[in-house]
């Protein structure tokens, strides 16, 4: 089954809108891929959704268990620094240990990578137009 990482982005993204990234979201709860996240980046979005977008904390709760019923959780222990952006190393951290096959991101700091170690990482629309 393809492994599948939705960066934090698209997470919120998801949230708030009914684009690519939303669909990335729905198709992988679907079972269609297994979507993969670590702790760390379930607490960047718990965190963003709280103290950027005020986001309700029962609706933040809501949807921290419904990520971590759908997704595989990685234990991360690896450590890379080859983002521009520091702190978007854990993406590329989890992705590696995860052993996804995507990394599905809009941050163009992880886009201009394209590919780490044979885990390709493009755009929401890029990926559903790709595994269709």
Not at 9 to 25: A, D, L, Q
Not at 56 to 65: G, T, V
Not at 83 to 90: A, G, I, M
């Amino acid at each position: 089954m393809i492994r599948v990482l939705p960066d934090t982005n698209i997470i919120i993204s998801s949230v708030f809108w009914r684009g690519n990234p939303y669909e990335v979201i729905r198709i992988g709860i679907l079972g269609e891929y297994q979507l993969v996240i670590s702790a760390e980046i379930l607490d960047e979005v718990v965190d963003k959704l709280r103290n950027k977008f005020q986001f309700p904390e029962e609706n933040i709760r809501e949807l921290i268990d419904i990520l971590m019923t759908y997704c595989y959780i990685v234990d991360v222990t690896s450590k890379f620094d080859v983002v521009r952006d520091k702190k978007d190393n854990k993406i590329i951290e989890c992705a590696f240990d995860g052993k996804v096959d995507y990394i599905v991101t809009g941050d163009p700091d992880l886009l201009v990578l394209k590919n780490f170690r044979g885990i390709k990482i493009i755009k929401a629309k890029e990926f559903l137009e790709e595994i269709k």
